[in-house]
């Protein structure tokens, strides 16, 4: 009887560990396998050499799992039951030789839950992949095009994913236009049937220049919005007066003012409310001898946001403006 005891508690003990092992593989494929039910596009662009992923879902920080990208490789958008594992070994496959079709593949044959994922990939040669899982959840699907491809899982009608290839095909301007208007044209389709609550763009170059990590040409999310594609055409458009900005430094970096003052201008033109954009101009004015042009938009900002009084008067040091204490008196005292 003894014996017997003994060994039903080692047989006891064996099943508990077997639970426990039961367990944390069970917490280890919810971590990785967490459930992402959304639409996305991805596209390649050969007019500006460019191409890219957006997303929109009722998931939080959608952009954190769905979209991949990496300049010279190509890009993966990875959902429903997501596996993140596509995005990282798609862009290994393609970055050692691999089509996306072929990348694809690979990764769903070794994949034991194939059934539930939706992926696509592209490329840089224009390949597209596209896979929806037959146990993805309804209604589910996706549309391969010339360079393109649409894919949604649990939307409310099935004709989302055709709506976002033919507003995509339709659409001009530049990539993230085109990105844009596939995501609005899923949303006036009827969209996720649960709502909305995040979006990301990530669009990469063609051609690397072998720093992938610096090749970013848009990188974009809304982590959480009620209105998630309304909060990201905001940041486009702030994303554009930025990179004018941007050019606009690099043309002062090579003593080029009056391209760099021709790209400050145009920032904010785009983007007006935003108050740095219009101290950085004048205090460029006023570093090369425009001081009266200067002036103007010097008391607009500090009437606007006092604090930057205080960032006046710490440019000299920094080199960014002559160390002249009438000049930087002459300034402040435009808003007193």
């Not at 996305?40 to 879902?57: C, K, N, P, R």
Request: proline residues 4%; aromatic residues 8%; negative net charge.
């Amino acid at each position: 009887m003894k014996k017997k005891i003994k060994n039903d508690g080692a047989y006891m003990k064996i099943w508990k560990f077997y639970l426990l092992i039961l367990s944390v593989g069970f917490l280890q494929a919810q971590e990785y396998n967490r459930p992402v039910h959304t639409y996305s596009i991805v596209a390649y662009d050969s007019a500006s050499g460019q191409m890219g992923v957006a997303v929109q879902s009722h998931w939080f920080q959608v952009g954190t799992v769905v979209t991949w990208a990496e300049a010279g490789v190509g890009v993966v958008a990875t959902q429903s039951f997501v596996d993140v594992d596509y995005g990282k070994l798609g862009l290994d496959l393609m970055r050692g030789g691999k089509t996306a079709p072929q990348a694809l593949q690979a990764l769903l044959t070794t994949d034991p839950h194939a059934d539930v994922r939706q992926v696509a990939m592209i490329d840089v040669h224009g390949n597209v992949a596209s896979h929806t899982g037959e146990h993805c959840i309804a209604e589910a699907g996706h549309f391969k095009g010339d360079h393109f491809s649409t894919q949604a899982n649990i939307m409310e009608k099935k004709s989302v994913w055709p709506a976002m290839a033919e507003a995509y095909q339709k659409s001009g301007g530049e990539l993230v236009d085109r990105l844009m208007a596939a995501l609005k044209a899923a949303q006036a389709e009827g969209g996720d049937i649960r709502g909305k609550q995040s979006a990301a763009i990530l669009i990469v170059p063609v051609k690397s220049n072998g720093q992938p990590w610096k090749e970013k040409i848009v990188d974009l999310r809304v982590d959480d919005n009620p209105e998630p594609l309304r909060e990201m055409e905001r940041l486009i458009m702030i994303h554009r007066a930025y990179e004018h900005m941007n050019k606009g430094d690099e043309y002062l970096a090579h003593d080029n003012v009056e391209a760099a003052l021709k790209e400050y201008s145009i920032a904010h033109e785009i983007y007006p409310e935003q108050v740095e954009i219009l101290f950085w101009t004048a205090a460029t004015m006023a570093d090369i001898g425009k001081i009266d042009e200067s002036l103007p938009l010097f008391k607009e900002v500090f009437e606007k946001e006092p604090s930057w009084r205080e960032v006046l008067k710490r440019l000299p040091r920094a080199g960014l403006l002559p160390n002249d204490a009438s000049l930087i008196k002459r300034i402040l005292q435009v808003s007193n």
